[in-house]
């Protein structure tokens, strides 16, 4: 059995979840949005970087991947007498502090086993959600040919297999959704369109690929805008005054939620209206954005959505939290303060990196979770949760085929054979699980087959998203049809263009 340390490396002072088990998977979350700049003296040691602008959605991905992993626990016909841990990390969506945590994952001190100092059995990474932390993460796992499976990073240069050999993910690469967004812009016969994309890797080349396909079939851009990352409300009010005096009423715009949020902030003070949005995946079913206030300049708002699922059973587990059960959970007091608007006089075994909230009232823990609304326990848009959940059972399976292995034989328990010794589950190595999530495949609960091409992709597949108002004037997501690029090409594209609600102004396009 395990014993102590042989020798511990630098810790680098990463937030983290942790439980232990034989098998233990690292997450990586922006559970965070932002980091808080620090000053340097230089004279003694930096504490650790506080962050701001706690996601309860987010946190909620964290949450699933806890809850997945107890729900493989349970399960005896997987990873029989084998218990799954895991390693929860918030990287604030920092590219340098994704690459730190990376590194204290990959850093983890050395175990005793039988008198021989081992590597803990940290084989892999779940996450992080952005592409460009993964792109930066990957880089740096390579150099130990340790794997990361994404559940959100969809540009399409991590399908490069040259430079990304070790990378998996569960949602589709962009190249399908550009395709897909192309093909709908065809369909709907609007030749002269705007397009906008964040300043990163995910915006950039998703509005490049998708122009590349449009100009294909003769659509005309009228203007392409990139959204900093640090801008300022000078340059907010330039890029929508672009938005807002172009004769294109139908905009194409790639980016995560928090990029484009500081532009429909600017659409809605310039009351720019008669546009008619597409949107990409990463906020076509955003909380923050498909807000009541936000709906009379975006009804009608039409987008490729990464594919849903009921789990029901989670919206219990997320509702059982509490703070004074799970006080080695370094979030959970930040979500009960911002739900309930109180402080928790609590003592936390850990140092806090975020800023003290600062309430009057104080909490009693006896507050319940189940008696609040908030997209936390909000469990019917359960898209990147799923995908969360592909990826962890991708990995529970992949880690099954290995331990089915029969020494002398090489048998997998399903896939091919590989050489005559199989992997020792206590002492595995992390290039060693490589093969198997390559040769994956199963079919989940939901009736999903699971599986990664050769360049670690799964197949494309989305919902079309149209927003719709309710009765009581709020945002509904209703699915007007679907997106396989499995089928053949002529039915690839399928939905029902009479249940389209279209933005109250929209007139025909513009002609190039």
Same mark, same amino acid.
């Given at each position: 059995?395990? &014993? ?109 086993w039988e008198g021989r100092c ?94 590349? &396909? ?47 949020? +500081? ?66 959970? +370094? ?24 800023? +003290? ?81 390559? &040769? ?25 998203i149209n927003w719709q108002k309710?009765? &009581? ?40």
């Amino acid at each position: 059995m395990l &014993e102590e340390d042989c020798r511990r490396w630098r810790d680098l002072d990463a937030a983290v979840v942790h439980k232990d088990g034989h098998v233990v998977l690292a997450g990586m979350f922006p559970i965070h949005s932002k980091g808080v700049e620090q000053e340097h003296a230089y004279k003694r040691k930096p504490g650790r970087r506080k962050c701001r602008g706690f996601n309860l959605r987010v946190f909620r991905w964290s949450q699933a991947m806890i809850f997945f992993i107890e729900e493989i626990n349970r399960n005896p016909a997987l990873l029989p007498n084998i218990t799954l841990g895991y390693r929860l990390y918030d990287t604030c969506g920092l590219e340098q502090l994704s690459v730190r945590t990376a590194l204290s994952v990959i850093s983890q001190p050395l175990k005793r086993w039988e008198g021989r100092c081992v590597s803990p059995s940290l084989p892999l990474i779940i996450g992080d959600s952005g592409s460009t932390l993964s792109m930066a993460i990957s880089r740096l796992l390579n150099l130990n040919r340790v794997p990361l499976v994404s559940y959100f990073a969809s540009c399409a240069c991590l399908s490069d297999k040259r430079q990304f050999p070790y990378f998996f993910r569960t949602i589709p690469s962009d190249v399908n959704q550009a395709d897909a967004l192309a093909r709908l812009v065809r369909h709907f016969g609007w030749t002269w369109i705007g397009t906008m994309g964040a300043d990163d890797d995910y915006g950039r080349m998703g509005i490049d690929m998708f122009t590349a &396909e449009v100009t294909k079939l003769g659509v005309c851009v009228a203007f392409r805008v990139i959204i900093p990352k640090l801008t300022s409300r000078e340059r907010m009010r330039e890029i929508v005054t672009i938005i807002r005096d172009s004769t294109a009423t139908v905009i194409v715009a790639f980016a995560i939620e928090e990029d484009i949020q +500081p532009i429909i902030q600017e659409i809605v003070r310039q009351n720019v209206t008669g546009k008619q949005w597409v949107a990409s995946e990463a906020w076509v079913t955003s909380t923050l954005i498909s807000t009541r206030e936000n709906l009379p300049f975006l009804d009608g708002t039409i987008g490729f959505a990464i594919r849903r699922a009921a789990m029901p059973d989670l919206k219990q587990f997320l509702e059982t939290l509490n703070p004074l059960a799970e006080p080695h959970n +370094p979030f959970t007091r930040e979500l009960w303060e911002m739900q309930f608007q109180c402080s928790l006089n609590i003592t936390e075994p850990y140092a806090s990196t975020t800023e +003290p909230a600062g309430y009057n009232d104080t909490c009693t823990g006896a507050e319940r979770i189940k008696d609040t609304d908030s997209i936390y326990n909000d469990v019917s848009q359960l898209r990147v949760t799923y995908n969360m959940h592909k990826a962890v059972y991708a990995v529970a399976h992949a880690l099954h085929n290995m331990l089915m292995c029969q020494n002398g034989t090489g048998s997998t328990g399903g896939g091919r054979a590989r050489n005559s010794s199989c992997a020792d589950i206590h002492r595995l190595q992390s290039w060693q699980i490589v093969q198997y999530l390559k &040769e994956v495949s199963y079919t989940n609960l939901f009736g999903d087959v699971v599986h990664f091409d050769e360049n670690g992709d799964p197949v494309g597949s989305y919902d079309i998203i149209n927003w719709q108002k309710d009765g &009581e004037g709020s945002v509904k997501y209703v699915t007007i049809g679907r997106f396989d690029s499995s089928l053949p090409p002529q039915q690839q594209l399928v939905f029902s263009q009479r249940d389209i609600v279209w933005h109250g102004a929209l007139r025909e396009s513009a002609s190039c």
